[in-house]
């Protein structure tokens, strides 16, 4: 058994237009549990938090004024090996290559925008998710 919770973010750009249900419905139907659900817009600071390892690239401060433009709904997932699962349900990181059947291959779109708004977010791992949970759901 390896049961793993992983944090999930529907960012701004999926969020206005409208593919949070589709991001849940995707969840649901490949079998993981809904533990806890926020639409929030969330501050700098979190976001320099939740994006520490890209601190000092030159896609961050885009990165950050992006995630903070608006809502996003940020989701606590649990289920089998859930976090390697949504990060395959989620594709590549560019929207323009990430293959045809996954969130960001059916849903993201270039709009010039470079890879920056491809839709979700998705753990990398149990320690990041560990530590993205904490930042998202500290009650949690
Ligand atoms: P991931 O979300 O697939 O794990 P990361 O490499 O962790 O991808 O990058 C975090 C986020 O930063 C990406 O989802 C995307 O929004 C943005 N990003 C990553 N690489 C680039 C880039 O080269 N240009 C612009 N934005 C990028
Ligand atoms: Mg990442």
Redesign the pocket.
Same mark, same amino acid.
């Given at each position: 058994m390896s049961t793993q919770r992983s944090l999930v973010l529907v960012?701004p750009d999926g969020f206005s237009r409208g593919l949070t249900g589709e991001v849940l419905r995707r969840i649901e139907a490949k079998g993981y549990r809904l533990v806890a659900l926020q639409i929030l817009t969330p501050s700098r600071e979190m976001l320099g938090l939740h994006?520490a390892? &890209?601190e000092g690239k030159p896609?961050f401060e885009?990165?950050v004024d992006f995630m903070a433009s608006g809502p996003v709904t940020a989701i606590l997932i649990e289920g089998e090996r859930c976090i390697e699962g949504f990060r395959s349900l989620?594709g590549?990181?560019d929207p323009t290559t990430a293959a045809p059947g996954t969130i960001r291959g059916d849903l993201g779109r270039d709009w010039g925008h470079?890879?920056?708004?491809?839709v979700v &977010?998705?753990s990398?791992s149990a320690e990041s998710a560990e530590r993205e949970i904490e930042i998202w759901f500290p009650e949690l």
């Open positions: 960012k994006y390892e &890209h896609f885009p990165l989620a590549a990181t470079s890879v920056t708004q491809n &977010h998705g990398d």
